[in-house]
């Protein structure tokens, strides 16, 4: 048996690839939204990215029940200030339900015995559309602030043209 901090078990090699492939995804978060150039995108993401350290530092040292209440307490934190950044912009509002449904997911597991494997394979899953929804909306606004080219635009004028008559 391996031992990490306080983690243990037989396949330490098998948690630090599933650690090493959240990082590639938070880094591509991360850069994505820098080129977004958006202030909003930018701090959730940075925001995210520190959490998720954090958190695998709580995973590595606390583990157990302990882990799941430490998840639960700073997704209490994220989720209150998603909303607080949702009442000047819509794009944190998805942030904020995705940080609740987290937070649902801890208090149900903790309600109902689940195993710690289908507990952590829920709350990743949910982590990945958020995720998810950082790159898509950093890619959406890239797209947007992209100065069109002419080809397209000339492209844009004929198919208006046709539909217009």
Request: charged share 15%; hydrophobic share 60%; net charge neutral.
């Amino acid at each position: 048996m391996n031992c990490i901090l306080n983690h243990c078990h037989e396949h330490i090699a098998v948690d630090f690839a599933i650690i090493a492939y959240y990082a590639i995804a938070v880094g591509a978060t991360i850069v994505f939204a820098l080129l977004s150039q958006s202030k909003t995108i930018k701090t959730a993401a940075l925001i995210i990215s520190g959490v998720w350290l954090v958190s695998i530092l709580y995973f590595l040292a606390v583990g157990g029940s302990k882990y799941f209440l430490l998840v639960a307490l700073t997704d209490s934190v994220l989720a209150f200030l998603f909303w607080r950044m949702a009442k000047t912009e819509l794009f944190p509002a998805a942030l904020c339900c995705f940080m609740i449904a987290n937070i649902v997911v801890v208090i149900v597991s903790a309600a109902i015995p689940l195993s710690e494997f289908w507990t952590i394979f829920t709350l990743n899953r949910i982590f990945e559309l958020m995720l998810a929804y950082i790159i898509g909306s950093s890619i959406y606004r890239i797209r947007k602030l992209r100065p069109p080219d002419f080809e397209e635009a000339e492209a844009m004028d004929r198919s208006l043209k046709f539909l217009a008559g």
